[in-house]
């Protein structure tokens, strides 16, 4: 959904398509029944993010500063040419190889944007004022600590803040059999001792082996979209299911997203 609730966005990447870089990947701006305009995003590949001005930020692999580089770059309202915020290269982990991101969230009150990246199972907290790497989690080395260990997220979708300031993630795991499933994880997150600590959990029982998205809901439910697993849960602070829906695999949800009114979405 777009910012201002009338229309929506939907991304057109030729990375996967034309092998190019994203070089000729666009955004779209559309009401259901009309198109409203068509925008550049070189590089774009996978998520990109609109602010309140209707900034668009994305993850460009056209951008980097090395060929197999990422960047997080910026397109402003009327810009032609997009800025560079933040490279994987220059600015985290001095080598590029094993950059490539899946989430992309701005927090306005932190002024910061969560970048997560499924090539290393890490996600990277960034000053979008500085571009400075603020701190990082998951397996790459120097990351903050979890608590408990095993609580590591893996494979790792649909990173974001709730509304409570704790961080909310889609992972892969293994139960208690041996198999692998999708659950969803919140942290709290001390700044002060560098720690991300569990403090609720919820276990789709069914394993998505790519894609997927998490979100608090205002009424404190948490939507999980559950990827390539085709199904999306609505579950409550107890952890049981609200509901279901499931498309027997035939679907690849890779963004949930409630819509009060799908007659909102109409051109005027």
């Known amino acids: 959904m777009a910012r201002s609730g009338d229309h929506f ?4 990447a030729t990375a996967w398509s ?5 070089a000729g990947s666009v955004i779209h701006r559309a009401y259901l029944d009309e198109e409203i305009e068509e925008i550049p995003t070189p590089g774009l590949h ?3 993010f609109e602010h309140e001005d209707t900034t668009l930020a994305w993850g460009s692999v056209y951008h980097g500063s090395t060929l197999d580089s990422e960047a997080l770059v910026e397109l402003a309202p009327g810009a032609k040419t997009p800025t560079i915020l933040w490279d994987c290269f220059d ?3 001095g080598y590029a190889w094993n950059c490539e991101s899946n989430t992309i969230y701005y927090d306005a009150g932190r002024d910061t944007y969560l970048y997560s990246f499924y090539t290393n199972n890490t996600m990277v907290e960034l000053s979008r004022s500085t571009g400075q790497t603020l701190w990082w989690a998951g397996a790459e080395a120097g990351g903050r600590t979890f608590i408990p260990a095993a609580s590591q997220f ?3 979708h649909g990173v974001n803040w709730t509304p ?9 795991a293994t139960d ?3 198999v692998r499933t999708t659950r969803l994880y919140e942290y709290d ?5 560098g720690t991300l600590s569990l403090i609720w959990q919820y276990d789709a029982e069914v394993h998505a082996q790519t894609n997927g998205d998490s979100r608090r809901l205002p009424n404190g439910n948490t939507l999980h979209g559950v990827g390539s697993a085709g199904q999306i849960h609505e579950v409550n602070a107890a952890g049981q299911p609200v509901w279901i829906l499931d498309y027997q695999d035939t679907r690849l949800t890779g963004r949930a997203e409630h819509i009060t009114d799908l007659y909102d979405l109409l051109s005027p």
């Open 46 to 48: 996978h998520a990109f």
């Open 176 to 178: 208690s059999q041996g």
């Open 18 to 22: 034309d092998f190019d870089h994203g």
């Open 164 to 172: 409570q300031g704790t961080l909310l993630v889609s992972s892969r």
């Open 154 to 156: 893996d494979w790792q």
């Open 91 to 93: 600015d985290w982990l």
């Open 189 to 193: 997150v001390d700044d002060t001792a």
């Open 9 to 12: 966005l939907w991304d057109e």
